[in-house]
């Protein structure tokens, strides 16, 4: 049985974590006016009360300043800033869990109700939640007791949690049980001085208090595929951006290489002299570093609860070695068995693009490798080998245009992503 079974968050510095977004934004403003941007223990105090009031008492502006600021400091908030924002690692575990168990789950934050609807439903929090709080233009400046008063339902055993005393208080007002998240960035001695009922430092720790018997994280061993040049690299280091917001912690990685022994090797196989290397050793190269790098960077990560964003891995071997270079795909397979016996790709994003298209934005940034040497034909046949396992392999593979401008390729890879994530239980 649950300890409380309506549970009601704050949402800043409690579920999300809004500090880069807040403190970019209220920079933005200050720059615009020709201000100087004041120390970084400062703007942390921007966090929490209402802007105009931190940029007259920080920064010395008068009322008319600060009401001009905060209109600079939306310019910036409306179309980006909401969006800098990060959900606290197990979060998204934790409301699924509790809602599972039946728990009401609430909101009641001091943000405005439609900007804090917006973000839960961004980060894909909302439907998560029974209820959802804020100021709203009739009631500007409601305090805690009055927004949590709006979503406390009758005959449960309630709780709030947030990061300052504002929330405790409010708790107290509305005769319930508190718990302060010390993870955010309220003050700890303030809002321990203000009497909860728990204090929690991080988000395990709520875990464990609100429903001990949730699982372990669970990882998911993700590989990015596609022929040289279809942009890997960057999506890859989008995708870890986006992932890490989301709550998830990520280990990006890269094949060959991940780890100094393949690393080595990969040196090895890429180098632009080696141009007598025979198809069967260059085969076993990649296998060899494979082995090492799934022993020691990607299934301990996987197993600690990570998302391992890989950037190419066996599929490349199959292509490249088993069908462009002709070792033959079972040949390939059965070498790639014997290295490694655990180690297959939960997910495998196929950054789809034409190979001659992928190969001239490639050499417009970069000299070529040994393997991007190897001509049209190979590389035609690299394309035509990855849209064979794609038709193989349906279930495993998120195949994207990758020939769309990066930033809406990033957002469709991570749109089928997350939601191929959520479908198998990875919060
Ligand atoms: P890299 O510089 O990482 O290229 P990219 O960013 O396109 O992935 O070089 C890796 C090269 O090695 C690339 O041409 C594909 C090739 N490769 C294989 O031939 N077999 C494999 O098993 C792997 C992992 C890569």
Not at 7 to 27: K, M, N, Y
Not at 400 to 416: L, R
Request: charged share 25%.
């Amino acid at each position: 049985m649950l300890k409380y079974d309506a549970v009601i968050f704050d949402l800043d510095g409690t579920l999300t974590d809004s500090q880069s977004g807040i403190f970019a934004c209220a920079e933005y403003a200050l720059k615009k006016m020709g201000l100087p941007v004041p120390p970084e223990a400062t703007l942390r105090r921007f966090l929490g009360p209402p802007l105009a009031e931190s940029y007259m008492k920080y920064c010395g502006m008068t009322e008319e300043q600060a009401a001009y600021a905060t209109d600079l400091y939306r310019e910036r908030y409306i179309p980006i800033g909401w969006k800098e924002n990060r959900v606290y690692p197990r979060i998204r575990a934790l409301l699924s869990a509790l809602k599972e168990r039946g728990a009401y789950l609430a909101v009641a934050t001091g943000k405005p109700e439609h900007t804090s609807v917006d973000i839960l439903r961004y980060f894909g929090l909302l439907p998560y939640f029974d209820a959802v709080a804020g100021p709203t233009p009739e009631d500007l400046h409601a305090d805690k007791g009055r927004l949590i008063a709006r979503v406390l339902p009758k005959g449960r055993r309630a709780v709030m949690i947030g990061d300052t005393a504002g929330d405790v208080k409010g708790a107290q007002d509305m005769g319930i049980d508190s718990i302060a998240a010390l993870y955010g960035y309220g003050e700890d001695s303030e809002v321990l001085s203000q009497g909860p009922m728990h204090a929690v430092k991080t988000t395990e720790e709520l875990c464990r208090l609100l429903c001990p018997d949730m699982p372990e994280a669970k990882g998911c061993f993700v590989t990015l595929e596609g022929v040289d040049g279809c942009g890997k690299s960057t999506q890859a280091k989008a995708l870890a951006e986006r992932l890490s917001q989301f709550g998830y912690t990520v280990r990006r990685t890269r094949e060959p290489g991940g780890c100094p022994i393949a690393e080595s090797i990969r040196a090895i196989v890429l180098a632009k002299e080696d141009g007598g290397m025979c198809a069967e050793t260059e085969a076993l190269l990649f296998a060899a570093a494979r082995a090492q790098h799934l022993k020691d960077v990607i299934l301990p990560a996987v197993k600690r609860g990570e998302i391992v964003l890989c950037d190419r891995f066996v599929d490349s071997s199959l292509v490249y070695q088993g069908i462009a270079r002709g070792l033959g795909l079972e040949w390939v397979r059965e070498m790639n068995r014997f290295a490694f016996q655990e180690g297959r790709p939960d997910v495998t994003l196929y950054l789809r693009m034409d190979h001659g298209e992928a190969l001239r934005r490639r050499l417009a940034v970069s000299q070529p490798d040994r393997i991007e040497q190897a001509g049209d034909t190979f590389h035609a046949q690299t394309e035509a080998g990855f849209e064979t396992l794609y038709r193989l392999e349906k279930d495993r593979y998120l195949a994207v245009n990758a020939a769309k401008p990066a930033q809406e390729v990033t957002e469709e890879a991570f749109a089928a992503l997350f939601a191929r994530l959520l479908k198998g239980g990875v919060l």
